[in-house]
């Protein structure tokens, strides 16, 4: 199985400064053919199931405010919250769909405000 | 707009088969586009991927439930269903059923349904 490993754990964010977690794959993630990272990322709310925020290590979802944004290629990522928002706390997470099976996620990152 | 929704038991008991079912609206469970998932997070815990079924019915397991664990997939009624047994206790966790694709992993998911397993 393909390992993520998220860092830090949890981590606490002054309103309107930056929020930065990382990613590291045990393999990459990357498929040659396309040249794409097979990474996303998820933002969790309390009581709720995950939303998806980022695909292709890069690319976000339609809706997704422009203060998230991710980077990263092969075995490192970064989830990059430009201005924290009170909306923002949330768990977060990272997951590849690359090996053919199982898909996995990692840890999680908590972000609270400080 | 695509939702998604569990339904089944909340309170199963240990060594029998945890069955639930997921009914797709608003989309088609047989499109070729997607595969269709299920994720479970024990409480407090993090995120397992159980497996995936293709509208075809070929299917993707995790290892570490292999031999337990069966999706199915109704494409006349637009529901695809997870079956778990013998189950234990460390399968009580929420479940989720998600769509999935290729490109933009789980975009769409379930409320998700908690299941006790109790001795």
């Known amino acids: 199985d393909i390992v993520l490993t998220q860092s830090p754990d949890s981590l606490a964010v002054s309103l309107g400064e930056r929020a930065t977690i990382n990613c590291k794959s045990s393999q990459s993630v990357l498929y040659s053919s396309n040249n794409k990272n097979y990474l996303a990322w998820y933002q969790q709310k309390p009581g709720q199931p995950p939303k998806l925020l980022i695909y292709w290590a890069s690319t976000r979802e339609s809706g997704v405010p422009d203060r998230f944004s991710g980077s990263g290629a092969g075995t490192d990522f970064t989830l990059t919250i430009s201005s924290l928002q009170a909306e923002d706390v949330a768990i977060y997470y990272c997951q590849q769909y690359h090996s053919p099976t199982p898909w996995t996620f990692g840890q999680g990152t908590k972000v609270e405000i400080k | 707009q695509l939702q998604l929704q569990e339904s089944g038991p909340g309170l199963v008991r240990s060594s029998e088969t945890l069955s639930l079912t997921c009914t797709v609206s608003g989309g088609s469970i047989s499109s070729s586009s997607y595969y269709w998932a299920w994720i479970r997070q024990p409480p407090g815990n993090g995120l397992e991927c159980i497996g995936r079924?293709?509208?075809?019915?070929?299917?993707h397991y995790n290892p570490s439930l292999k031999g337990r664990v069966t999706i199915s997939i109704d494409t006349s009624k637009n529901q695809f269903s997870l079956r778990l047994t013998p189950a234990t206790a460390a399968d009580s966790a929420v479940y989720y059923c998600?769509?999935?694709?290729?490109?933009?992993?789980?975009?769409?998911w379930g409320q998700g349904i908690l299941v006790t397993v109790s001795s």
């Open positions: 998600v769509r999935a694709g290729v490109v933009r992993s789980f975009d769409s």
């Open positions: 079924i293709y509208y075809s019915g070929s299917t």
